[in-house]
C-alpha cells in the first residue's frame, strides 16, 4: 500500500511540472541567452597586427598543456610576408579539444597572444574528428567571437596582485684605503706558551 502511494506522489510532481515552461535551451544555439563575457569553450588562431599568422612556433602552449593535446611543429624562422622581417612560424599545430580542461594555460602563457578562447558554445560532435582542431580549423575560428581574456591581459591581472620585488642591495663600501700602497702594520699575535718569544 505505501508502495502505491509513493507511486501516486511521484506521478502527481510528474504531472505538475510536465506543462511548465523549459528551462534548458536546445542545441544548436539559436543566440537567444547572451554568454557572459568570461564564457569560454573552443579555440582559434590570430593574425596579429601585421597580417601574419601570430603564432610564432615556441611551443610554450605545447608545454605548458596539463593534459598534452596540444601539438606545434616549429617552422622555423622566415621573413614576414607582410613586413619582410625575420620571424618565428609554425609549420602545423593541433589541438584535441576531446580531453580538453578549458584551464585556459595555453592562452595566459603564450607570448604573442597567438591562440584564444571563443566565446559561442561548441557544436555537439559525432566523432572524434569533430574534435580534433587542425591548424586550418583553429585560424577559419578566427571568425567567431572570443572570449575576453588574452595572454598579455589575464598576466597583466596576475602581476597587479604581486609584491613589488625588493629594491637592489646597497653597494658594499670600498676596502679600507692603504697609505702610499703599503697596507697598515698589524702587531704580531702572541705566541702560544704564554711567554716571551727569545
Known amino acids: 500500500m505505501i508502495g502505491l502511494l509513493q507511486a501516486f506522489s511521484a506521478l502527481r510532481i510528474t504531472g ?27 579555440f582559434a588562431l590570430v593574425h596579429n597586427s601585421d597580417g601574419d599568422e601570430a603564432c610564432i612556433g615556441c611551443k610554450m602552449c605545447e608545454k605548458i598543456c596539463p593534459s598534452q593535446i596540444i601539438t606545434v611543429v616549429p617552422g622555423g624562422r622566415a621573413p614576414s610576408p607582410n613586413t619582410g622581417k625575420p620571424r618565428g612560424t609554425a609549420k602545423d599545430f593541433t589541438l584535441d579539444v ?25 557544436v555537439p560532435g559525432f566523432s572524434r574528428e569533430e574534435l580534433f582542431l587542425s591548424m586550418e580549423k583553429l585560424y577559419a575560428n578566427e571568425k567567431v567571437p572570443a572570449s575576453w581574456g588574452t595572454g598579455a591581459l589575464l598576466i597583466g591581472m596576475q602581476a597587479e596582485g604581486q609584491p613589488k620585488p625588493p629594491p637592489p642591495p646597497a653597494k658594499a663600501a670600498p676596502p679600507p684605503a692603504t697609505t702610499a700602497g703599503v697596507p697598515e702594520a698589524t702587531p704580531p699575535a702572541p705566541a702560544a706558551g704564554g711567554g716571551e718569544t727569545p
Open 98 to 122: 576531446n580531453a580538453c580542461i578549458h584551464c585556459e594555460l595555453c592562452v595566459q602563457v603564450c607570448p604573442e597572444d597567438a591562440i584564444v578562447m571563443l566565446r559561442v558554445p561548441e
Open 16 to 42: 505538475l511540472n510536465l506543462f511548465r515552461a523549459k528551462n534548458t535551451e536546445p542545441l544548436p544555439w539559436d543566440g537567444g541567452r547572451v554568454r557572459p563575457e568570461r564564457y569560454r569553450t573552443s
